[in-house]
């Protein structure tokens, strides 16, 4: 687990009022210790409440924890204070998908595109969005198979939520085999983390994405 830096910490007490500080310790926390983070966030939202950052990275922590509706209001906010921002389109995307309102996730994964076409998270977000829409109109997987290629090569491989999703549509398209190989290449990837890191896992559903932890997109 994560733990914050002694400069970060001393920064905190010697000047709390300091909002850098906050948002350092918050970041070190990452996904190890959700409660801590959230409580950084928090606090760092008080000091400076127009910290879109901090807005993004708390709603990463809520669909940690399953919490998706706090997640969206906080997207929500963000989306207020920047408005065409691709980046929290996409982040609040995945949040709509993990929420079940596939239209609206629809809408956000299609505005990050417009405002930015090579946002390989919005890319990612709309073929794991195939992948749970099962009653999506016009659903294609081919296209889902491709987006999410170019997502992981835009990550150099090395993004193993995204690998692992691609191994979910390999597998609905039929080819086990190469579901397989990127699922064992996901989890190599991912390590220690995974365990570490159960508790922020998506709850477990029937589309063979169960185990994909949540995207990075949503605090970076």
């Not at 210790?33 to 879109?52: F, M, R, S």
Request: proline share 5%.
């Amino acid at each position: 687990m994560p733990r914050p830096s002694t400069t970060s910490a001393s920064a905190i007490e010697l000047a709390p009022d300091r909002p850098e500080a906050y948002e350092e310790r918050a970041a070190l926390y990452g996904s190890g210790d959700l409660e801590a983070a959230h409580a950084d966030l928090t606090e760092l939202l008080k000091i400076d409440p127009e910290n879109v950052w901090a807005y993004r990275a708390r709603a990463h922590v809520f669909v940690a924890q399953g919490e998706f509706r706090d997640a969206l209001e906080d997207l929500n906010v963000a989306l207020r204070l920047t408005p065409g921002d691709a980046i929290v389109h996409a982040s609040r995307g995945w949040a709509y998908a993990y929420f079940d309102q596939f239209q609206n996730a629809a809408d956000d994964f299609s505005q990050a595109l417009k405002l930015d076409a090579e946002s390989m998270d919005a890319l990612a977000g709309r073929a794991f969005l195939t992948l749970r829409w099962k009653a999506q109109p016009d659903r294609n997987l081919e296209q889902a198979y491709q987006d999410l290629l170019r997502a992981c090569e835009s990550y150099q491989w090395q993004h193993p939520d995204y690998i692992e999703i691609l191994a979910a549509v390999c597998q609905e398209r039929g080819d086990s085999t190469q579901a397989e190989e990127y699922r064992q290449k996901a989890e190599s990837l991912a390590g220690p983390r995974a365990k570490e890191s159960q508790k922020s896992e998506l709850p477990n559903n029937s589309d063979g994405a169960s185990r994909a932890r949540v995207p990075l997109v949503v605090c970076c």
